[in-house]
């Protein structure tokens, strides 16, 4: 291995939601809620971002931008981004798209706003699977629009779209938007391609848009491989995806995205309100990301499966009532720990304040979620390690007293 992902990499001082933020985003009104162990001890395992240093290629790219010293207003002139995106998604899921469908957001959850807006009229509605992430309710609520929820079917923690269900509320004349998550947090799930036609076909049938957001797309098990939504459906363009190195590389605080749009009165609209100019160092970044990141990701991707395969061994021994298994894509593991506390109680509390562990609940992914709670494991296996055990620890004693106090593993 070129890269060292076991390097424990310290957080303090740089800003960073993860180690700083988490008090006002997941305690809000209780921010001084008391924890066994001290705030700098914590074992984080919540926001997604990842605790292994960008690729030192992305760094040299910044470093180099620096260098020229003037960081004047900027947009991406340089028609070399086009071409590493495009031999990225070409390369990567035989997939790509014209020039001019590509625009560029701060982020997509700002992309997911936007749209909502210029997409949905004010009396109609929205329609997500769920358990999902939050920031698709966010965004179809800031907009005063009404969500619509279709529960994925859980077959023993394998998630599948109910179909009919779906199809049925996108039947609803107001449902013109599905914020369709490929592949999808929390679950994990990598939708496959006979399924993606079939959510495709009910939307389209049906005058639904469709916003896939593709941001997970490249943390996959390996082996596996993506299908970008759009890429089934190239007759239509009413098929938004949206990408963004800030997952895969981890540079999420450089907030760059790639929006596609191929409808072009949505993509003109979209210039002409979004107008804005770019950050030139997250220009850099993003193209060398697509130009030089491959080794880097393919490290990055082996030894994430490593922290699941670690994980999954772990939970089997010592947490054996918990339901687990591999997701096929993202770097987050969703347990079912219901059979050590069941109802509805406020895990992300309880784990944070007597084990020591920050994580997201079932309860903070809109719904569908009851008795999980999400790891995120894009971190130093023995980072990993330290948070399964405080976790297991609780976890036993919550359910046997008696067993308070036994570490769960050596
Ligand atoms: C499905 C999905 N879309 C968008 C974003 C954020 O996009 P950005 O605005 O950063 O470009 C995330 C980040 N997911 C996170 C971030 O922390 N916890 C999560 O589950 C995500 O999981």
Redesign the pocket.
Known sequence: MKYNFDEIIDRKNTNS?NTDGFREFMFKGRENLSFAYKDDELIRM????MDFATPPEIIEAIRTRLDQRIFGYSQVFDPNYYVALSNWTERMYDWTFPKEYLVT????????YELCEYICKPDEKVLIVTPS????KSAVEFNHLELVCSKLKNENGHYTINYDDLEAKAKDPKVVLCIF?NP???TGRLWKEEELRRVGEICLRNHVWIIS?E??CDLLRSGLSHTPFAKLFPQSDRIVT?M?P??TFNM?GL?F?NVIIPNQELRELWLRRHYSFKNPLSIAATQAAYEHGQQWHQELLQYLDGNFKFTDAFLSQYLPEAQFKIPEA?Y?AWINISNYIPGEEDLTGLLAAHAGVLL?DGSMFVDNGQGYI?L?LACPRAVLKEGLQRIAAFLNSYRDPSLAGTAAAT
């Open positions: 939601m919540w926001i997604a971002d957001s701060p982020g997509i959850i700002p992309a997911l992430y939050a920031f698709f998550c999808h947090n929390p957001d941001i997970h949206c963004a800030s997952k999420a907030m995205s993202t987050l997201e999400r995120n």
